[in-house]
């Protein structure tokens, strides 16, 4: 499943995404610690220690998403939610237990493009990790590495292919939106200035 099938399944045309909404639409259980212990019949605190954000299962043909209720900040929970889904929609649990390294590595790219797609922020005209933050709730850390990546994709000129074409369709009228904003406070504080200078 693509990122736009994803979108489009869970009706997503704009910033913040929430990436439990988008599990629930896609059918895959979300749960906290306490219902996830009861439903493997664990101890609680046994999860809390091997897994202190999150982790994704599946069992007796359902998928699901246990997100650690405890852990800090909703940005860090917004993140996890997005790599556990992500593990979940690449197949990651199809037929074992055990996730590799660049399973994970995956997970972390496709969560950190469900949560801020390039196509978009590029589209928005983005330029600080401070914007992206705010614009997309994910973590100052987060968004430094893609701003890095807007850049590199600036440096490289790298036109949308198909699919980011799709997400930015999608994703229009939170763009116009964005865009007529920036637009407005540029001319209020062109206005302003001209005010200044001319006093
Ligand atoms: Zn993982």
Known sequence: MTLSDIYEKAGVCRLPVDPVAIAAALGIKVVNYKTAASFFGVNV?????????????????ILG????????????????AAHELSHC???????????SQSEERN????????????????ACGVNSSEEIARMCGI???????RLMRLAERERCGLCANEEERRIAERFCAFIAAANSRKALSAYTNSRSMYRRNST
């Open 65 to 80: 998403i246990a997100l650690n209720e405890n852990s800090c900040g909703d940005r860090r929970r917004r993140f996890t």
């Open 89 to 99: 929609v690449l197949g990651h649990l199809d037929g074992k237990d055990a996730l």
């Open 107 to 122: 997970a972390d790219c496709f969560a950190a493009e469900l949560l801020a797609p390039l196509v978009v922020l590029n």
């Open 45 to 61: 605190h046994k999860l809390y220690m091997q897994f202190p954000l999150g982790f994704c299962f599946k069992c007796s043909g």
């Open 139 to 145: 973590s100052r850390a987060a968004a430094d590495i």
